[in-house]
């Protein structure tokens, strides 16, 4: 166990190295000079020098990488370029926002997804399987932002049954907070939800058909008990998949979903950098989000583990 | 003892594998149906500019907000431009928005697939590592990223979904080229000294056509879904053009006088997301059982 | 020569399973009657696809959603299994009936240690503390033959062969004391040597215990070897049914006859076999469901549906001809 939590550390940091490259290499697409867009057309070569040099524009690439990834390493991913307020701290003021955000349509996604694959499965060819199958499809092939916006519309504005925007802090207000994020939450999960439905069910109804499963039956135990305890736990395995890639997704529309919701998360500190091209703010927040994504996966797959013994001991 | 008897018994003539895909995918009626749907969804597209009832960029102020009627089929928007029309003109966006970001990520993605999978190696682990590692970033944040680098527009952001997804294709066609390789035709072919360009060619594209379909269809849906977003966010389409998610961006202000505003664009992204994922997921289960690891 | 004195513990009477298809059901055990008293081992013998598992799986009520049960009886101890409510027939699987399957590889859950999964039996049967389950669990391996079985209980099945799977398979099923055990092609997975140690170690426990053993075979080798008593099956029908050693020594349907002659002898003999195939269900012969494959086929057979005949108080066969046959055999 101690090796495979190691070999899989070594791929993560090895991940997260050529993420921060990739990352870094966003700078060279810019086109022209990226000094213009904070100096406007009219700036006076010397100005255009002091603030390449200041920037460290003029130094080498690798140099300027070396120093980016350092900085990154001891917590500091640079300064904005429109105010010069430090990216990390720019984003550790909102970051709680979107974590809650997607921390808690993940865990709603799961359980939703899994209720409803699983049902589905043991139900399987009834109406309800149908209507899953049906709404699973829907779910996946919907904008999620367009359910936040239909919400909105319909359970917020008309019916004024929740708030529609902002955001109350957890310490502040609990019942507030949790009226606030509910649409938010509903929104996000509910595409992660019918991916892990379609794939729970899919893996249940595989599993139900393996050999091990009549010596179950044979041994007197319930449905119940074999399900819960004995089928789920071998269709979990490519259900824990869905699950990981989740979290990136999750992770990426919630920028969507708190444009709708106008929450103040890292989402739409991304949108406002993109719109003044903010590169360096862009950069520390993709490197950040994904660092934070890669460290989720490696907990996901250390679960496989425990779900698996087979597989625990040949990686 | 049956087994063998049934083997050595002429089977019914063999069935041709393109009459055997379409028999199994004829089967399928919803996805007969939608594959109708994203015929009828191109043929919109492409004759978009002649088939509006009105100027889809027209403002005419006096209806603004106007109800689904006469005047206008679906109503009007907040400045009083034809909602119909603009849906059509959007059809043609999205659709192209979707094709540019499909052909961009298949162009970045397959060869480079292709290698990795044929040359295994170093190759495979250097450009595998790669795929990985570009799959961890949120692909809607590094969507943003890119057009945050070479400007907002619809172009650009297509281009950015385009590298974003070039993974997917890159996994699928190396996995391919995976498989292929250990076949003992292949092999063959190397041994009569058959040059490698001719055993892609020959061998190794053919067997990639359903996989591919798959991947376009669900890669396809996806960049709709993305363009969908990005729009929303304003960083794609840029006004007066309209994509079914920039029609979305303004209709929340006015969604209490004139819902259709947020229910049909949303309702057009939903149909063709759902027709394209189904008749991917269609193609995929047509495919038979000697194909099917491929896919 | 051990003759079935005491009562049956198992009596299946006209058993009959249906088969549901697209063009309605059909019918794949019809009619089958088998008696296992304690302490016996019945055989039940044929080709694939005549009915063996269904039979056995039917007893169970395992037959899942395409099969049912259509007529008949499985008397256990008396009590009619087919009319027992869901929640009753669990108390019988795996606590007076147990089961071994034919593969020993898939048989087991592989996200447990075998500790567990037989541990969880004896749990689910006998209402006992989990430290209880688990010592009793470390027995039962210990009696299958498991060395170190206290060590071993806390692996996974990966981590077993074939053969000592078996075993443990054998554990769970032995667990709660059953009266009855079926025995599924058990030793049909296996390396010949492990198939003999598996049948010793049946033998062995069919003995300690008195249990009724009903093992299911298409291996008259594997038969002969633990048997007292044999049915033989052709497409869902018993065919014939003797003491193992008249069957052996004197088969009176022309099936047995033939399924004996193709069994691998001597060195140097040469291999029979039946020609032809077995009937499809939905195309079988209004008369002797073997006439088609038969060589003592005449035109009386093909007439209807054949009973089977007493030959004496403890065989029975299936065919037309039966008095004919036996006086060209003698």
Same mark, same amino acid.
């Given at each position: 166990?101690?090796?495979?939590?190691?070999?899989?550390?070594?791929?993560?940091?090895?991940?997260?190295?050529?993420?921060?490259?990739?990352?870094?290499? /966003?700078?060279?697409?810019?086109?022209?000079? =990226? *000094? @213009?867009?904070?100096?406007?057309?009219? &700036?006076? #070569?010397? $100005?255009? +020098?002091?603030?390449?040099?200041?920037?460290?524009?003029?130094?080498?690439?690798?140099?300027?990488?070396?120093?980016?990834?350092?900085?990154?390493?001891?917590?500091?991913?640079?300064?904005?370029?429109?105010?010069?307020?430090?990216?990390?701290?720019?984003?550790?003021?909102?970051?709680?926002?979107?974590?809650?955000?997607?921390?808690?349509?993940?865990?709603?996604?799961?359980?939703?997804?899994?209720?409803?694959?699983?049902?589905?499965?043991?139900?399987?060819?009834?109406?309800?399987?149908?209507?899953?199958?049906?709404?699973?499809?829907?779910?996946?092939?919907?904008?999620?932002?367009?359910?936040?916006?239909?919400?909105?519309?319909? /359970?917020?504005?008309?019916?004024?049954?929740? =708030? *529609? @925007?902002?955001?109350?802090?957890?310490? &502040?207000? #609990?019942? $507030?907070? +949790?009226?606030?994020?509910?649409?938010?939450?509903?929104?996000?999960?509910?595409?992660?939800?019918?991916?892990?439905?379609?794939?729970?069910?899919?893996?249940?109804?595989?599993?139900?058909?393996?050999?091990?499963?009549?010596?179950?039956?044979?041994?007197?135990?319930?449905?119940?008990?074999?399900?819960?305890?004995?089928?789920?736990?071998?269709?979990?395995?490519?259900?824990?998949?869905?699950?990981?890639?989740?979290?990136?997704?999750?992770?990426?529309?919630?920028?969507?979903?708190?444009?709708?919701?106008?929450?103040?998360?890292?989402?739409?500190?991304?949108?406002?950098?993109?719109?003044?091209?903010?590169?360096?703010?862009?950069?520390?927040?993709?490197?950040?989000?994904?660092?934070?994504?890669?460290?989720?996966?490696?907990?996901?797959?250390?679960?496989?583990?425990?779900?698996?013994?087979?597989?625990?001991?040949?990686? | 003892?049956?087994?063998?008897?049934?083997?050595?018994?002429?089977?019914?003539?063999?069935?041709?594998?393109?009459?055997?895909?379409?028999?199994?995918?004829?089967?399928?009626?919803?996805?007969?149906?939608?594959?109708?749907?994203?015929?009828?969804?191109?043929?919109?597209?492409?004759?978009?500019?002649?088939?509006?009832?009105?100027?889809?960029?027209?403002?005419?102020?006096?209806?603004?907000?106007?109800?689904?009627?006469?005047?206008?089929?679906?109503?009007?928007?907040?400045?009083?431009?034809?909602?119909?029309?603009?849906?059509?003109?959007?059809?043609?966006?999205?659709?192209?928005?979707?094709?540019?970001?499909?052909?961009?990520?298949?162009?970045?993605?397959?060869?480079?697939?292709?290698?990795?999978?044929?040359?295994?190696?170093?190759?495979?682990?250097?450009?595998?590592?790669?795929?990985?590692?570009?799959?961890?970033?949120?692909?809607?944040?590094?969507?943003?990223?890119?057009?945050?680098?070479?400007?907002?527009?619809?172009?650009?952001?297509?281009?950015?979904?385009?590298?974003?997804?070039?993974?997917?294709?890159?996994?699928?066609?190396?996995?391919?080229?995976?498989?292929?390789?250990?076949?003992?035709?292949?092999?063959?072919?190397?041994?009569?000294?058959?040059?490698?360009?001719?055993?892609?060619?020959?061998?190794?594209?053919?067997?990639?056509?359903?996989?591919?379909?798959?991947?376009?269809?669900?890669?396809?849906?996806?960049?709709?879904?993305?363009?969908?977003?990005?729009?929303?966010?304003?960083?794609?389409?840029?006004?007066?053009?309209?994509?079914?998610?920039?029609?979305?961006?303004?209709?929340?202000?006015?969604?209490?006088?004139?819902?259709?505003?947020?229910?049909?664009?949303?309702?057009?992204?939903?149909?063709?997301?759902?027709?394209?994922?189904?008749?991917?997921?269609?193609?995929?289960?047509?495919?038979?059982?000697?194909?099917?690891?491929?896919? | 020569?051990?003759?079935?004195?005491?009562?049956?513990?198992?009596?299946?009477?006209?058993?009959?399973?249906?088969?549901?298809?697209?063009?309605?059901?059909?019918?794949?055990?019809?009619?089958?009657?088998?008696?296992?008293?304690?302490?016996?081992?019945?055989?039940?013998?044929?080709?694939?696809?005549?009915?063996?598992?269904?039979?056995?799986?039917?007893?169970?009520?395992?037959?899942?959603?395409?099969?049912?049960?259509?007529?008949?009886?499985?008397?256990?101890?008396?009590?009619?299994?087919?009319?027992?409510?869901?929640?009753?027939?669990?108390?019988?699987?795996?606590?007076?009936?147990?089961?071994?399957?034919?593969?020993?590889?898939?048989?087991?859950?592989?996200?447990?240690?075998?500790?567990?999964?037989?541990?969880?039996?004896?749990?689910?049967?006998?209402?006992?503390?989990?430290?209880?389950?688990?010592?009793?669990?470390?027995?039962?391996?210990?009696?299958?033959?498991?060395?170190?079985?206290?060590?071993?209980?806390?692996?996974?099945?990966?981590?077993?062969?074939?053969?000592?799977?078996?075993?443990?398979?054998?554990?769970?099923?032995?667990?709660?004391?059953?009266?009855?055990?079926?025995?599924?092609?058990?030793?049909?997975?296996?390396?010949?040597?492990?198939?003999?140690?598996?049948?010793?170690?049946?033998?062995?426990?069919?003995?300690?215990?008195?249990?009724?053993?009903?093992?299911?075979?298409?291996?008259?080798?594997?038969?002969?070897?633990?048997?007292?008593?044999?049915?033989?099956?052709?497409?869902?029908?018993?065919?014939?049914?003797?003491?193992?050693?008249?069957?052996?020594?004197?088969?009176?349907?022309?099936?047995?006859?033939?399924?004996?002659?193709?069994?691998?002898?001597?060195?140097?003999?040469?291999?029979?076999?039946?020609?032809?195939?077995?009937?499809?269900?939905?195309?079988?012969?209004?008369?002797?469901?073997?006439?088609?494959?038969?060589?003592?086929?005449?035109?009386?057979?093909?007439?209807?549906?054949?009973?089977?005949?007493?030959?004496?108080?403890?065989?029975?066969?299936?065919?037309?001809?039966?008095?004919?046959?036996?006086?060209?055999?003698?």
């Amino acid at each position: 166990m101690l090796r495979l939590v190691a070999t899989r550390l070594l791929t993560l940091l090895l991940l997260v190295w050529i993420v921060s490259i990739a990352v870094f290499a /966003l700078v060279l697409l810019i086109p022209g000079d =990226p *000094t @213009s867009t904070l100096l406007g057309d009219n &700036a006076t #070569p010397e $100005q255009v +020098a002091t603030l390449r040099a200041s920037m460290g524009l003029d130094d080498p690439l690798i140099v300027r990488y070396g120093d980016w990834l350092g900085g990154a390493l001891g917590g500091d991913l640079g300064t904005s370029m429109l105010t010069s307020y430090p990216v990390t701290q720019a984003i550790t003021d909102r970051i709680g926002i979107t974590v809650s955000l997607v921390v808690l349509s993940l865990v709603v996604s799961v359980v939703v997804g899994l209720a409803i694959g699983v049902l589905a499965a043991v139900r399987q060819g009834g109406v309800f399987d149908r209507i899953a199958l049906l709404g699973s499809s829907v779910g996946i092939a919907m904008p999620n932002f367009w359910l936040g916006l239909v919400l909105v519309t319909f /359970l917020g504005a008309e019916l004024g049954l929740f =708030p *529609t @925007s902002g955001y109350v802090d957890l310490g &502040a207000d #609990p019942a $507030q907070w +949790a009226a606030h994020l509910a649409l938010p939450v509903v929104t996000l999960a509910a595409g992660g939800a019918a991916e892990i439905a379609r794939q729970a069910r899919a893996s249940v109804v595989d599993t139900l058909q393996l050999d091990f499963v009549r010596t179950l039956h044979a041994k007197g135990l319930s449905p119940l008990s074999i399900v819960g305890k004995h089928a789920l736990r071998t269709a979990l395995i490519p259900v824990i998949t869905v699950i990981g890639l989740q979290v990136s997704r999750l992770f990426g529309l919630s920028v969507l979903v708190e444009a709708v919701f106008a929450l103040p998360g890292i989402g739409s500190l991304m949108v406002q950098s993109v719109f003044d091209r903010d590169i360096p703010m862009v950069q520390g927040t993709v490197l950040l989000a994904t660092v934070v994504v890669v460290t989720v996966n490696l907990l996901v797959d250390l679960s496989y583990g425990w779900l698996n013994p087979k597989a625990a001991l040949t990686s | 003892m049956t087994a063998l008897v049934e083997k050595a018994l002429p089977a019914t003539p063999p069935e041709s594998a393109w009459r055997a895909f379409r028999r199994r995918f004829g089967r399928q009626r919803l996805a007969v149906v939608m594959a109708g749907v994203l015929g009828v969804l191109v043929l919109i597209a492409v004759l978009a500019p002649w088939i509006t009832p009105q100027d889809p960029n027209a403002q005419t102020l006096l209806d603004r907000l106007d109800a689904p009627g006469a005047e206008h089929w679906l109503g009007a928007d907040d400045l009083g431009r034809d909602v119909a029309s603009r849906l059509i003109v959007a059809t043609r966006v999205t659709i192209y928005a979707g094709a540019l970001a499909t052909v961009v990520s298949m162009v970045i993605g397959l060869p480079f697939g292709l290698l990795a999978g044929y040359l295994r190696g170093w190759t495979d682990a250097v450009l595998s590592r790669i795929a990985d590692a570009l799959m961890a970033i949120p692909p809607l944040l590094f969507a943003m990223a890119i057009v945050a680098v070479l400007g907002r527009g619809v172009t650009n952001a297509m281009i950015a979904i385009g590298i974003v997804t070039a993974p997917r294709f890159f996994r699928m066609a190396r996995g391919v080229a995976l498989v292929i390789r250990e076949e003992t035709y292949i092999e063959a072919a190397r041994s009569i000294g058959c040059p490698t360009s001719t055993i892609v060619r020959t061998h190794v594209l053919p067997n990639m056509a359903s996989p591919l379909i798959v991947q376009v269809s669900i890669t396809m849906g996806f960049a709709i879904l993305f363009e969908a977003g990005l729009s929303f966010l304003g960083l794609g389409v840029q006004p007066p053009d309209a994509s079914w998610g920039s029609m979305l961006q303004r209709s929340t202000q006015f969604a209490g006088e004139a819902p259709w505003l947020v229910l049909l664009p949303g309702l057009a992204i939903l149909l063709t997301v759902l027709a394209l994922n189904t008749v991917g997921d269609a193609v995929r289960d047509s495919v038979g059982r000697e194909n099917r690891r491929l896919v | 020569m051990k003759a079935p004195v005491l009562e049956p513990v198992l009596d299946v009477r006209d058993l009959v399973v249906e088969v549901g298809t697209a063009h309605g059901p059909l019918v794949v055990v019809d009619g089958v009657s088998l008696a296992v008293a304690p302490g016996e081992t019945l055989g039940l013998v044929g080709e694939s696809g005549s009915g063996k598992t269904l039979t056995a799986l039917a007893v169970m009520r395992l037959l899942g959603s395409s099969a049912r049960i259509a007529g008949g009886q499985v008397l256990l101890e008396g009590t009619d299994l087919t009319t027992l409510g869901v929640k009753q027939m669990r108390e019988v699987r795996g606590g007076r009936i147990g089961m071994v399957f034919q593969e020993p590889m898939t048989a087991l859950d592989p996200a447990y240690t075998v500790g567990e999964q037989v541990a969880e039996t004896v749990r689910r049967h006998r209402r006992v503390p989990r430290k209880q389950a688990w010592k009793r669990a470390v027995e039962l391996l210990d009696r299958v033959g498991i060395p170190s079985p206290e060590r071993r209980a806390r692996d996974y099945p990966h981590h077993f062969s074939g053969g000592m799977r078996q075993r443990v398979v054998i554990a769970m099923a032995l667990s709660c004391d059953p009266v009855v055990l079926l025995a599924d092609e058990p030793t049909t997975a296996l390396d010949v040597t492990v198939q003999e140690q598996i049948l010793t170690l049946l033998a062995g426990l069919r003995d300690e215990s008195g249990l009724a053993l009903l093992f299911i075979s298409h291996d008259l080798g594997v038969i002969a070897d633990i048997c007292d008593r044999v049915a033989v099956m052709y497409a869902g029908q018993v065919v014939e049914t003797a003491p193992v050693h008249d069957l052996f020594a004197a088969p009176r349907h022309p099936y047995t006859d033939a399924l004996l002659h193709c069994v691998p002898g001597a060195a140097g003999t040469r291999l029979a076999t039946i020609p032809g195939t077995v009937p499809a269900f939905d195309a079988l012969p209004p008369g002797c469901r073997f006439a088609p494959r038969c060589a003592h086929v005449a035109p009386g057979c093909d007439d209807g549906p054949v009973a089977l005949e007493i030959v004496d108080p403890a065989h029975r066969a299936r065919c037309v001809r039966l008095d004919e046959l036996a006086e060209v055999a003698s």
